[in-house]
């Protein structure tokens, strides 16, 4: 990798990075590129194109670019369950979606407490089956990333849904709870605070929760990592439990303990990263108006 393309700031960071893997831009052109996700059965990549209310697809094998959905009711981030389904977080939708096999799609949660959920806008599928979704006001606050619309839930919160469809609240003191991932051992959840679009006094940062010994519920969070460039916003951990997250001004990697380690530069915000590739050593990244990759010496965590 070139110079250009990191910071090193701990030693170990090093280690992590190819010296002749640059970073690729694999295409551009979108508005607000987010969500990506790696399908490993097909060996192909999809992300949102929020504004432009479109996904995306770009095939590993031949590099070929294509229009998988469009409109898609505003998606925005995009996960893969234990079966190979792609699991969505719809602005416009006001839900969290799954694609079948057949191509139909399920909506597996739109509501709770009778009343319909803001905009999802991350999500991540647990061991057991149960997915995590993270539920902010981007979408309904403007016609640009969905429909505006009134407020129905009291706040901006995240939930769980059961193998049963129930849906559970189990993060409701954040400002606007955006990016999420757990550790690789199931933990911790940790989950990006971006409250600072809203309210000033917000500081942008990482929090963490540790699971109660259910494996539903979350003990009270903590602050785990605060973002010196712009925002946190979607991100992933690898198998040794380092985080791999969106910022302002490229990707920050950090140490299971919070210690920075070191940043991919990159030359516009970036909104979101997923591990892929058949040995998941290559992070895919979603920067604005671009979709990005280059292979680190790290593999992504289930």
Known sequence: ??????????????????????????????????????????????WSDIPNDRILRWDENDGHVSVFEQPCRNHNGHTVD?????????????????????????????????????????????????????DPSYGIDSDYEGDASPMEQDGRHVYRIDQTGGVARVIDDMRQP???????DEAFLYVADTGRTHFPDCEPKIRRHALAPDGRSLAAGEDFVTC??????????????????????GVHCFAPDGRLLGKILIDEPVSNVCFGGPK???????????????????????
């Open 1 to 46: 990798m070139a110079a250009r393309d990191y910071y090193i700031h701990d030693h170990r960071f090093a280690k992590l990075i190819h010296g002749n893997a640059n970073v690729e831009v694999l295409w551009s052109g979108g508005r607000w590129a987010e969500g990506p996700a790696y399908l490993a059965a097909g060996r192909y990549l999809i």
């Open 82 to 134: 234990r079966q190979g389904r792609l699991i969505a977080c719809e602005h416009r939708g006001r839900c969290v979606s799954r694609y079948e096999f057949d191509g139909t799609r399920t909506v597996l949660a739109d509501r709770f407490d009778g009343r319909r959920l803001n905009s999802p806008n991350d999500v991540v599928v647990k061991s057991d089956g149960s997915i995590w979704f993270t």
């Open 178 to 184: 955006n990016g999420l991932a757990f550790s690789p």
């Open 228 to 249: 010196d460039a712009g925002l946190f916003d979607g991100f992933r951990t690898d198998t040794e439990g380092r985080i791999w997250s969106s910022a302002g001004d």
């Open 280 to 302: 998941r050593n290559r992070l895919f990244i979603t920067a604005t108006t671009t979709l990005r990759s280059v292979y680190v010496n790290a593999r992504g965590s289930a």
